[in-house]
């Protein structure tokens, strides 16, 4: 379970070489915590901080040098600075954890490697716990099967989350070869994606420089522009993306690729809910037997996946009771058509929730976003992480 996104990201601050080497030895070889860099001048902590985006510092007390450790401590308790912070000391020379002067924790040397992992893990769970805005969600919108509406649905049901009240939102474009988006939404030729983040240091800065600020609020992440360019990405660069935008935006909402690849297979595993689109056909209800199938080997359980029967008032034939018998259950979420509106926003590049707030489809859509969000507020959906 080495997902980046479930890493501790660590800053260590330490001017003695051979305690960085020792901290270093302890986390080689394993998983959990990733340790971004040693700094030994406490000076540039505040701007490897904003470019590195630790989870927690590590700092010794006995730093020397213009800002001494515990000044280091202190001045990451300011403003948009404030990260849990962890002081080393050594037993001659006690520290006593005081958080309001950004000693959150203190560490005494000499400590094992399973006392530091320890220590680091219960210090990002309770970061995590007491953060104000509650943690990121992460929606991927999957068909087993094209043309079904995904892209559609993704951007729209994007757009309908912002609304909600001040959630910030991106949209990715995980369908890598084919991005629909760029053209859906006619942006310029040179707009940056996906692989204009660099790949060592992603800081929330390289971000701005990367999105689509979309006039409907969102933000969007947009595909390669060729389609051989989506060859450049590894699962790690998915990986890695998702953790970064987590720390950014409330949602992350995914129009994942159409094919049920390594690359499909990195946006769903970091998904806390796959909304997945069904229509009256029999050859995707087909292939949502499959995937139920599949999801269920590999040990999602059926909570993660949530149906979302598209163009529900027609039914092309099938019986109703037929799809719920295949799907094992009622669909969670229903979508009519919209006929005209949808095709007309699509070609304009707008979202039609925004087109025509008061059209059935576009309050379906809202419906559909305030029932998402309650689920992930309710915390049912907890990320399940697969073993890849
Ligand atoms: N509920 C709907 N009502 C009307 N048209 C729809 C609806 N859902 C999808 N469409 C249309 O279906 C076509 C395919 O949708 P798209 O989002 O591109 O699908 P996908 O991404 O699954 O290939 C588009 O022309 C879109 O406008
Ligand atoms: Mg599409």
Known sequence: MSTAASQIRLLLVEDVPQVAQYVRGLLNAQQQVRLLDVVS??????????????????????????????????????????????VLTVPQNPVQRDPSKGVDYVLTMPFSGYELINLLQTVAAEAEASKPEGRSFVYSIFAPKGGVGKTTIAFNLAVALAQLGDVKTVLVDGSLQFGDLRSLLRVPADTPSILDLPTDRIAESDLSDVLWRDPSGIDILLAPPRVEMHEMLTVRDVDK????????????????????????????????????????????????????????????PPSKVRYLLNRADSNGGIDPASL?????????????????????????????????????????????????????????????????
Not at 47 to 61: F, M, N, S, Y
Not at 248 to 269: K, R
Not at 352 to 369: H, K, N, T, Y
């Open 241 to 300: 993306v998702l953790s970064i935008l987590r720390r950014v935006y409330s949602v992350v909402v995914v129009d994942t690729p159409a094919a049920v690849g390594e690359m499909a297979m990195a946006f769903l595993d970091a998904s806390d809910v796959i909304v997945e689109i069904v229509t009256y056909d029999s050859t995707t209800i087909v292939n949502t037997r499959s995937m139920a199938e599949f999801f269920r080997s590999i040990g999602y």
């Open 324 to 388: 719920v018998a295949s799907l094992g259950r009622e669909p969670e979420f229903r979508l009519t058509s919209g006929g005209a509106l949808v095709v007309e926003s699509n070609n304009q590049g707008i979202p039609f929730v925004l087109a025509d707030p008061a059209a059935q489809i576009s309050a379906e859509m809202a419906r559909i976003a305030t029932d998402l969000m309650a689920l992930a507020s309710a915390g049912v959906a907890e990320p399940v992480k697969r073993r890849r």
């Open 41 to 86: 001048d406490g000076r540039k902590v505040p701007g490897l901080v904003k470019e590195l985006r630790p989870d927690i510092v590590i700092v010794d007390a006995l730093l020397q040098g213009k800002v001494r450790g515990l000044a280091v401590a202190a001045n990451l308790r300011e403003g948009d600075l404030r990260l849990p912070t962890i």
